[in-house]
């Protein structure tokens, strides 16, 4: 018969190392961006996988723009209303230019307002540019600062250590 701690040591070794496993989830970047009367940021959940260019697909976003609530993300491979053809790819990447393609992402707005900033790559020299809409009517497209990057997520060293800690502390009081 198997000694009752020896039973809990395997049980508490096999929970922490289902913990360490990692999860196939999405990561959360920070994002922002600023122009003429433009201050708009949020967070941004992307696939943690990239694609040989390094861009990680944009799979939700909240925030606000000039304090208007983002109410949605709008589809890859459409455009937002008021700014057609110019279909979206949502997608992002590191880096300080080019984090976003000349498609860019697009979203939409509690007010019923639309914005897509991109990466203008066809002017000398490229910058970021946001695409505003009401409704299907363009209003404007300016100039922008954007930044993006990953949210650091709490390392899983210091929840096993804990866990080997508490183990270990188990061990002794049932021993004691």
């Known amino acids: 018969m198997t000694h009752p701690l020896r039973r809990l040591s395997l049980a508490l070794a096999l929970v922490a190392g289902i913990a360490a496993a990692p999860a196939a989830r999405a990561a959360t970047w ?20 990239a694609d040989a260019s390094g861009f990680h697909e944009i799979l939700g976003i909240t925030g606000e723009r000039n304090g208007v609530a983002i109410t949605g993300l709008w589809p890859s491979g ?12 949502n997608v992002i990447r590191l880096g300080s230019d080019g984090q976003i393609t ?42 922008v600062v954007f930044s993006a990057s990953p949210v650091p997520e709490p390392e899983a060293g210091g929840m096993i250590a804990l866990g080997i800690g508490l183990v270990a ?7 004691g």
């Open 102 to 143: 000349v498609h860019g992402f697009g979203y939409s707005l509690a007010s019923g307002a639309y914005a897509n900033p991109y990466w203008a790559d066809f002017l000398a020299p490229p910058v970021y540019q946001e695409v505003y809409t009401v409704g299907t009517t363009f209003v404007s497209e300016l100039p």
């Open 30 to 49: 920070s994002w922002s961006y600023t122009g003429a009367g433009i201050s708009a940021g949020g967070s941004l959940d992307v696939s943690d996988t």
């Open 169 to 175: 502390l188990l061990r002794r009081r049932l021993r």
């Open 78 to 89: 459409s455009a937002i209303p008021g700014n057609e053809p110019f279909a979206l790819d």
